[in-house]
């Protein structure tokens, strides 16, 4: 059932659900998550259930912004870095998602069983309202802490940025509060800060270089990390086959595509409609009906906003290939770009 964030009752029945140890759809400024109370790992082990998702890959638990998240942090995490302190000041509220040690007893089935935890305190109105009336709770009910939601997905498939979109992937018995299409469209940029210094793991809106800027220090590169021999936590967004629609996605530079383009028969054998979409940043010369166009947005916040929205209606028109313009290079892309290279894998 979707339920309109702005309608009586809607963040105290969203609410309510998790205390009861239930579902939700959660709206955040990223991507829709599929939230259960972070502490029960009964409600947690539904996630990874409704998911289909392995028990030993962490999800994010994300926290109310009360104080800028802090006492969440504080909650979860134990050893805090200075620079993750700069972080949360810097970006929390928003799309940033921290990796830090977690405190003993705390959220371990939220872990997939891991000894760090990774925290997100989210921007979205409607998320930090169900949050906030977590952490304050009535007579006799008790506090909660946090929401553990990954993305509201089937595992491996495309993160959803509309209340519909989580229904079409859950069903409709699932809760699901709708806070409109999500602002960024493209999961948070996750920084590991376990490891002595900033680790990248997962590109997003907030990029690279405002992670530096906004600590004062270097993201360790692929090689130091490498040199590091502790091991890796697992993220599941880094595996590389991910965010993959049914049809098969190709990423090609424009003038690869209209190569592509110009060999293709000039007509479908049969009228069976388009067989291939474009998805490119300037429209292509076609002459052939088994083609149909998207333009992608010439610049990254956009170009993030639609994404995954425009790979689920390629989808739906059942053609079997989306061939799409590789993004440009610089920063601003990263999280795009490592979507679709996933989508392609
Ligand atoms: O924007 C987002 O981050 C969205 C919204 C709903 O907040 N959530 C999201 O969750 O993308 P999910 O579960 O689809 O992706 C979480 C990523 C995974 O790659 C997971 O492995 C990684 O975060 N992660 C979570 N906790 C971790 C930990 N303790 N260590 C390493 N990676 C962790
Ligand atoms: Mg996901």
């Not at 929401?147 to 089937?154: D, F, G, L, T, V």
Request: aromatic share 4%; hydrophobic share 45%; proline share 8%.
């Amino acid at each position: 059932m979707i339920v309109a964030s702005n309608a009586p009752d809607s963040i105290a029945s969203c609410a309510d659900a998790i205390r009861a140890g239930a579902l939700i759809g959660l709206p955040t400024e990223t991507v829709y998550g599929l939230g259960a109370d972070a502490s029960s790992d009964e409600a947690v082990a539904k996630i990874f259930a409704a998911k289909g998702r392995p028990a030993d890959h962490p999800l994010i638990v994300h926290v109310a912004a009360l104080d800028g998240g802090m006492s969440g942090v504080a909650h979860y995490a134990q050893q805090v870095p200075a620079f993750a302190k700069q972080l949360m000041a810097a970006f929390w509220p928003g799309p940033l998602t921290l990796i830090l040690p977690r405190r003993t007893g705390v959220g371990a089935a939220a872990a997939g069983g891991q000894d760090s935890i990774g925290l997100r305190c989210p921007a979205h109105p409607a998320a930090q309202a169900v949050l906030a009336a977590l952490r304050h709770p009535a007579q006799g009910q008790t506090e909660v802490w946090g929401i553990a939601a990954p993305s509201a997905n089937r595992f491996g498939r495309v993160s959803p940025t509309t209340a519909a979109h989580v229904q079409s992937e859950m069903g409709h018995e699932l809760l699901i509060l709708d806070g409109g299409p999500c602002t960024l469209g493209i999961e948070s940029t996750i920084i590991d800060c376990t490891r002595g210094a900033p680790v990248l793991l997962r590109p997003g809106s907030i990029t690279s270089a405002d992670v530096e800027a906004a600590c004062g220090r270097r993201l360790l590169s692929k090689e130091e990390q490498e040199a590091q021999s502790s091991q890796a936590p697992r993220a599941s967004g880094t595996l590389e086959s991910h965010y993959a629609p049914n049809a098969r996605v190709r990423l090609m530079d424009a003038k690869a595509l209209q190569t592509a383009i110009d060999m293709l028969p000039a007509s479908a054998p049969d009228a069976r409609g388009p067989t291939i979409a474009v998805y490119a940043r300037a429209p292509l010369k076609v002459v052939t009906g088994i083609v149909t166009q998207r333009t992608m947005p010439n610049d990254a916040a956009p170009a993030a906003h639609e994404l995954f929205s425009v790979l689920r209606e390629l989808d739906a028109l059942g053609v079997q290939l989306i061939w799409v313009e590789t993004p440009p290079d610089g920063l601003a892309w990263d999280g795009v770009r490592d979507r679709l290279q996933r989508a392609a894998a």
